[in-house]
């Protein structure tokens, strides 16, 4: 409970002062639900396979979206950090063709599918949110 309200209370001060840099949640936190990945599997297979393959191993210049080097690429920065880069330049004939829910769902699946855990709660549409939580590739100690 004490946990709860000191995370409660760096999540006001964060949003009262504007902090950007600030990150209160980490991708191991369980920031996404199965059922927003499963809406992301769908729109991944639709607008995003073609070139990024059916099981997100890449193909020619696209590269894999799950896997070590995927996740090296964004270590250190955050979840809205990469929700930005899909949303302003994927897919890559078309950026800016989906909607925000899309994107966040789909970035939902690729979150799953790199083995980050579900949550509760679905990821949020807004990237000055997203950008609250760290992108980080190993599980910070200590915590569960
Ligand atoms: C027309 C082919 C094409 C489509 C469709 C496409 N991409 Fe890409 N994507 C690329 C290419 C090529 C690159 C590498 C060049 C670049 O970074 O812009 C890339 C890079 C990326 C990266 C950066 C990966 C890294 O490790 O730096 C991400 C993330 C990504 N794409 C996600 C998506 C998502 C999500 C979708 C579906 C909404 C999508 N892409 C659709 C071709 C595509």
């Known amino acids: 409970m004490r946990k709860a309200i000191a995370a409660l209370a760096v999540t006001s001060i964060a949003l009262l002062t504007g902090v950007q840099a600030q990150t209160t949640q980490s991708v191991w936190n369980g920031i996404y639900t199965e059922d927003q990945a ?13 070139c990024h393959g059916a099981t997100l191993g890449g193909s020619g210049e696209a590269p894999a979206l799950s896997g070590g080097q995927f996740i090296g690429d964004f270590d250190g920065q955050t979840v809205g950090d990469v929700f930005d880069r899909i949303r302003t330049t994927m897919p890559q004939s078309a950026p800016g063709v989906l909607s925000r829910e899309q994107y966040a769902d789909i970035l939902a699946f690729l979150l799953k599918s790199n083995g980050f855990p579900a949550g509760k709660t ?5 990237s000055e949110y997203l950008k609250a939580i760290s992108f980080e590739s190993s599980k910070p100690a200590g915590k569960p």
């Open 38 to 50: 499963a809406r992301g599997a769908q729109n991944y297979v639709q607008v995003c396979a073609a």
């Open 122 to 126: 679905e990821l949020d549409r807004r």
